[in-house]
T-cell receptor, first 115, second 110 residues
Framework: EPEVTQTPSHQVTQMGQEVILRCVPI?????FYWYRQILGQKVEFLVS????????KSEIFDDQFSVERPDGSNFTLKIRSTKLEDSAMYFC?????????????FGPGTRLTVL | QKEVEQNSGPLSVPEGAIASLNCTYS??????FFWYRQYSGKSPELIMS????GDKEDGRFTAQLNKASQYVSLLIRDSQPSDSATYLC??????????FGGGTRLMVKP
C-alpha cells in the first residue's frame, strides 16, 4: 500500500541553524501539507501546497519557514534559523482531492530537537 | 477562530465494550470530518471520514455526524486492548487545512 515517507526520523540541531525536513508524498497525490505537534499538544497545520505554490498557510508559518518541491517526488520544509520552540514532531501529509473526498494521509514524522 | 473540542479523557472501557468518543466544532461551514488514531510517538492514522449527516459504518467503527448540532462522534464496538490510543477528531473547512482537536485518550482494559 502506498505511503508517505519522511526523512530523517530524528533531527537534532543547534539553535540558529537551518534544517531541511524531507518528505516523499504518495505518488499520485496532488496536495501536500506540513503539520507540527509540540509534545503533549494538538496537531497544528502549517502549510498546504498545490501546483507548485502555497495554497494555504497558518500564522505559525512565518518567514522562517519555506516549502519546496525540488523534483517530481520530494517535498521539503526548511526552517531557516531554528528556535528552541521549533522543537516538535513535523508531519508531512498528502491527498488526492476528488469530488467528495480529500482525505489526508500522514507520514511517520520527523522529530526535531533544537538545542 | 475555528475550534475543535474533545474531552481529553482518559476514557476507560473494558474489553468487548463499546467506546464512544465525541467531538464538537465551531465553524458551521465545515465540509469534511475525520477520525484519526494516534499511538504515542507515532503519526495520525486515518480511521474514518464522514461528509454527510447520519451514520457511516466501517467494520467495528461507526462515525456519526450532526451538522445542525456541530457534533461528530466515533463508536468503537467490541473494543480491544490494541484500540488503546489517542483518537483525534479533525475538521476540514474546505481550505485544504485540517483543524485538529486535542484528542481523547482511550484505554481498553483486558
Amino acid at each position: 500500500e502506498p505511503e508517505v515517507t519522511q526523512t530523517p526520523s530524528h533531527q537534532v540541531t543547534q539553535m540558529g541553524q537551518e534544517v531541511i525536513l524531507r518528505c516523499v508524498p504518495i505518488s499520485n497525490h496532488l496536495y501536500f501539507y506540513w503539520y507540527r505537534q509540540i509534545l503533549g499538544q494538538k496537531v497544528e497545520f502549517l502549510v498546504s501546497f498545490y501546483n507548485n505554490e502555497i495554497s494555504e498557510k497558518s500564522e505559525i508559518f512565518d518567514d522562517q519557514f519555506s516549502v519546496e518541491r525540488p523534483d517530481g517526488s520530494n517535498f521539503t520544509l526548511k526552517i531557516r534559523s531554528t528556535k528552541l520552540e521549533d522543537s516538535a514532531m513535523y508531519f508531512c501529509a498528502s491527498s488526492e482531492p476528488q469530488a467528495g473526498t480529500d482525505t489526508q494521509y500522514f507520514g511517520p514524522g520527523t522529530r526535531l530537537t533544537v538545542l | 477562530q475555528k475550534e475543535v473540542e474533545q474531552n481529553s479523557g482518559p476514557l476507560s472501557v473494558p474489553e468487548g465494550a463499546i467506546a464512544s468518543l465525541n467531538c464538537t466544532y465551531s465553524d458551521r461551514v465545515s465540509q469534511s470530518f475525520f477520525w484519526y488514531r494516534q499511538y504515542s510517538g507515532k503519526s495520525p492514522e486515518l480511521i474514518m471520514s464522514i461528509y454527510s449527516n447520519g451514520d457511516k459504518e466501517d467494520g467495528r467503527f461507526t462515525a456519526q455526524l450532526n451538522k445542525a448540532s456541530q457534533y461528530v462522534s466515533l463508536l468503537i464496538r467490541d473494543s480491544q486492548p490494541s484500540d488503546s490510543a489517542t483518537y483525534l477528531c479533525a475538521v476540514d473547512n474546505a481550505g485544504n487545512m485540517l483543524t485538529f482537536g486535542g484528542g481523547t485518550r482511550l484505554m481498553v482494559k483486558p
